[in-house]
């Protein structure tokens, strides 16, 4: 997230460039600019706040060697009873629990969401599938 945000960072920085540049071309006037320079600034200030707090989060959430150990234990526990856990409930409820797993489902514009949170991180995924 830090890098995705650092990259639109970057990008915004040159669309500001551009505008300064049009402008000191004479292509634009300071009233042409004035409105998406500010927009461009707001979303700056936006994205380096949101650098800063996801900095901060990641300062506070770094694993000790303790934690490092137990995800380790945990991730060959994973290993070898996920191929034996595909059709036991018992089994899949198991490795949920180790993964410290929550899921949020949701609806929106007529899409079925599930927002999956756990140890590993978290991600929103359509619940939309294909049944073969």
Do not use: F
């Amino acid at each position: 997230m830090i890098e995705a945000n650092e990259a639109h960072l970057v990008e915004l920085e040159e669309e500001k460039q551009r505008l300064v540049k049009a402008y000191a071309a004479g292509a634009l006037t300071l009233d042409d600019i004035a409105g998406e320079k500010t927009r461009i600034e707001k979303r700056i200030g936006n994205l380096t706040q949101a650098i800063e707090e996801l900095r901060a989060d990641m300062d506070h959430q770094v694993p000790t060697a303790q934690d490092l150990e137990t995800i380790e234990e945990y991730a060959g526990l994973l290993h070898e009873g996920a191929d034996l856990a595909i059709n036991e409930p018992e089994e899949q409820q198991t490795i949920y629990r180790l993964l410290q797993m929550e899921a949020r489902l949701t609806h929106d514009d007529g899409q079925h969401w599930a927002d999956v949170r756990c140890i590993l991180g978290e991600t929103h995924l359509s619940t939309e599938y294909i049944t073969t």
